[in-house]
C-alpha cells in the first residue's frame, strides 16, 4: 500500500539537496510524494526536474533586521499557510519531512493543525529561524552535528548526518577530466561558490590563478552571471555557472576542493572524502553559522579554514598547497569519522514515524 509524503524546503539549493537525496529511496519503499515550495525558488526548477507534483505557495523571508517588507511579508506568509492547508487537507499525507528555509514555516504549521506527523532536518550547528519556528510541530529534529543537540526541544533530536545524493560516490575522475578538457599531469582543484555563488571567492581564486596553475589546474563553480569572460581561454582553468549531471564526474577527479561552509556543501565533501580549504561566509553577511560548520570540520581534522575578512590571495596560495602536501592527513582523519549511512537512517525514521500516521480528514 502507497504511503504519502509531503517534503518541504527552498531558498537556496542546501534547502533542497538533501530532500532530492531521499527521493530514490522514498521511491523504492512506495511512497507517493509531494512538493511545496516557492514560487520562484531554486527548488522549483531542480524538483520539476525529477517529475515530481510540485505546488507553491505564498512565502515571505522572517527577518532579524529592520526593514519595510516586515510590514508585508507576514500577510504572505499568512497566505502560504492557508495555501498549504488547503494541500494538506487535500492530500492528507503520512508524514511531512521539512528541509528548512522561510517557505517551510506555513507548511509545517499546517501539518500540525492538521496533526500530521513532522521531521525536521536542521543542517547547521545552530538551527536557523524558520526551523526554530517549527520545532513546536516537530516529532522529530534530525541534525548533522553532535554540537546542535544542546539547542533543540529536549527528547526531539536524532544524529543522522546529512543525505547524500547517492550519484555523487558514482563519479568517474576520466569522465570529468575530459568535460573540462584536463589533463592526467597535474591535480585538480574544485571551487564550489554554492548556488548563489561567492563573490569575495571568486576574486580571491582568480587573482591567485597565475600561481596556483603552474601547480594545479582548476574547475571553478562560480554562480550564474559570474563567470569572467577574459578567463575563458586560460590553460587548466575552466569555469562554469552551474553544473548538474556531471558534478558527480568533477568531484572524483579533485584532488581538493576550495569551498564555502554551508552544511550541505560540506557534508558531501566530507562523504567523498575530499581535503578542502574552506572559506566560510562572513558573520557580517550572515549569523555566523558557516564560520561554526567549517571550525567544527578543522577541530576534527577535515580542513582548513580562512577568514573572509581578512584573507589574502598570498594566505589562499600558501594553505592550498600546504593542504594538498598533507592531503592523506585529512583524508584519513575523515575515513575514521565514519559518516555513516543519513539517507538509509533518515528513510528508517520516516517509515517508523508515518506508521503511527493514520487517516486525517
Same mark, same amino acid.
Given at each position: ?35 511545496? =515550495? ?21 512565502? =515571505? ?28 487537507? $487535500? ?21 500540525? @493543525? ?6 525536521? @532536518? ?20 534530525? @541534525? ?31 569522465? =570529468? ?42 574547475? @571553478? ?22 553544473? $548538474?549531471?556531471?558534478? $558527480? ?111 486525517? $480528514?
Amino acid at each position: 500500500m502507497s504511503k504519502r509524503i509531503l517534503l518541504t524546503g527552498g531558498g537556496t539549493a542546501g534547502h533542497v539537496t538533501p530532500n532530492i537525496a531521499l527521493i530514490p529511496g522514498l521511491k523504492e519503499r512506495n511512497y507517493t510524494i509531494k512538493y511545496i =515550495g516557492s514560487k520562484d525558488g531554486i527548488e522549483k526548477k531542480l524538483i520539476t526536474e525529477m517529475g515530481i507534483d510540485y505546488n507553491s505557495i505564498s512565502t =515571505g523571508k522572517l527577518r532579524r533586521y529592520f526593514s519595510l517588507k516586515n510590514f508585508t511579508d507576514p500577510f504572505r506568509v499568512l497566505a502560504g499557510y492557508n495555501q498549504a492547508k488547503k494541500i494538506i487537507k $487535500k492530500y492528507d499525507p503520512n508524514i511531512v519531512f521539512s528541509k528548512g528555509g522561510f517557505v517551510s514555516v506555513p507548511v509545517v504549521l499546517a501539518a500540525k @493543525h492538521y496533526k500530521v506527523p513532522v521531521i525536521i @532536518h536542521e543542517s547547521d550547528m545552530t538551527p536557523g529561524l524558520a526551523n526554530k519556528l517549527s520545532f513546536s510541530a516537530a516529532t522529530t529534529v534530525c @541534525h548533522n552535528f553532535p554540537e546542535t543537540a544542546q539547542y533543540l526541544p529536549e527528547g526531539k533530536s536524532l544524529l543522522t548526518g546529512s543525505p547524500i545524493r547517492e550519484e555523487l560516490k558514482k563519479g568517474n575522475a576520466d569522465k =570529468g577530466l575530459e568535460f573540462c578538457g584536463f589533463t592526467k599531469d597535474k591535480p585538480v582543484i574544485m571551487v564550489i561558490g554554492g548556488s548563489l555563488g561567492a563573490q569575495r571567492v571568486n576574486e580571491l581564486v582568480r587573482a591567485s590563478l597565475d600561481e596556483l596553475t603552474k601547480e594545479f589546474q582548476i574547475v @571553478h563553480l562560480c554562480g550564474a552571471g559570474k563567470t569572467e569572460p577574459s578567463l575563458d581561454n586560460m590553460e587548466g582553468y575552466v569555469q562554469f555557472e552551474y553544473i $548538474k549531471d556531471e558534478l $558527480k564526474d568533477l568531484f572524483a577527479m579533485s584532488s581538493l576542493i576550495i569551498s564555502r561552509a554551508g552544511a550541505n556543501a560540506i557534508c558531501e565533501i566530507l562523504a567523498l572524502e575530499k581535503p578542502s580549504v574552506l572559506i566560510p561566509l562572513s558573520a557580517k553577511a550572515s549569523r555566523g553559522d558557516q564560520i561554526l560548520n567549517a571550525n567544527s570540520f578543522k577541530k576534527q581534522g577535515f580542513c582548513e579554514v580562512l577568514d573572509e575578512d581578512t584573507l589574502t590571495k598570498e594566505q589562499l596560495i600558501e594553505t592550498v598547497k600546504s593542504v594538498y602536501n598533507s592531503k592523506e592527513l585529512y583524508i584519513d582523519a575523515m575515513r575514521k569519522a565514519g559518516t555513516g549511512d543519513a539517507v538509509t537512517t533518515i528513510l528508517d525514521l520516516i517509515d517508523s514515524v508515518s506508521k503511527t500516521s493514520g487517516k486525517r $480528514k
